[in-house]
């Protein structure tokens, strides 16, 4: 029988808990550490219809990136993410989320960014330390595509990554050596620009950053927050269904991108 417990340790294999930043929330969210799964929903985020697609599938447990609770730490039907902890709960749903850890493992988020859009010769930016076999971790990723126009590469960001639209500054007109950060990495684009890049990748960008980016001369690309990390969702689904063959396995249909371009 396998249980939450056997689906936490090996989500510690996939993305090891020492990776996260020291302010994060992952793990076991709520439910029981030995309650049995036999099928299981994955999800970017543990929203609303993750949580309903969940109790429809009949699944014992969703797993996700992005954690529950963040704020006051108090669970009640006041704010919406009590509403799903709570439903959840009530429903015998465990939640486990991998968040941090997943940005900067290897084989994770930003690994699978840099891949979904072609980028070769991929490395970590100021890596944080190495796993137990050796192999290096961090936030961001470098790497690079044929040289290209600014037009040719948004074109295959917009495809690569199902996005309705971008947000980008067009500083130096020439793609080659790309950083990408899934998610809220704006704030990392100088480690991405002292490690040679032209062209970064991210997502939520502000005003202040896209304008220091265009004094800085790179080009910087907000393909949205959902578009850079979901990619990793499929990825993430395989790994468990090839490490639990007798669990079914089944990746969102229902809950996407919730920002609409007009």
């Not at 799964?37 to 970017?44: E, G, S």
């Not at 137990?132 to 690079?144: E, F, N, T």
Request: proline residues 4%; contains cysteine; charged residues 20%.
């Amino acid at each position: 029988m396998t249980t939450v417990q056997n689906i936490l340790d090996f989500m510690e294999t996939v993305a090891p808990s020492y990776m996260k930043y020291n302010w994060d929330h992952i793990g076991l969210n709520c439910g029981h550490s030995d309650a049995p799964v036999t099928k299981i929903l994955i999800a970017l985020d543990p929203f609303a219809e993750a949580v309903a697609e969940a109790k429809e599938l009949g699944a014992q447990l969703l797993v996700t990136h992005h954690a529950l609770i963040w704020e006051g730490g108090f669970v009640n039907d006041k704010t919406p993410w009590g509403k799903c902890t709570l439903e959840l709960i009530e429903s015998g749903i465990a939640h486990i989320n991998a968040h941090t850890n997943l940005d900067c493992a290897p084989g994770g988020i930003n690994d699978v960014l840099a891949e979904t859009l072609g980028l070769s010769d991929i490395s970590v930016v100021n890596p944080m330390g190495t796993d137990a076999q050796g192999a290096p971790y961090g936030l961001l990723r470098i790497g690079k595509v044929a040289p290209q126009g600014m037009d040719a590469f948004l074109a295959t960001v917009k495809e690569k990554l199902h996005c309705q639209g971008l947000r980008y500054v067009n500083s130096t007109n020439t793609v080659h050596r790309v950083a990408v950060g899934g998610g809220s990495c704006a704030s990392d684009m100088m480690d991405a620009y002292q490690a040679g890049c032209d062209t970064f990748v991210t997502a939520d960008i502000k005003y202040n950053q896209f304008r220091a980016a265009y004094d800085l001369g790179i080009n910087l690309i907000d393909a949205g927050h959902f578009h850079t990390e979901n990619p990793t969702m499929p990825v993430l689904a395989e790994k468990i269904r090839k490490a639990f063959p007798e669990i079914q396995v089944v990746l969102s249909e229902k809950h996407g991108d919730c920002m609409k371009f007009y």
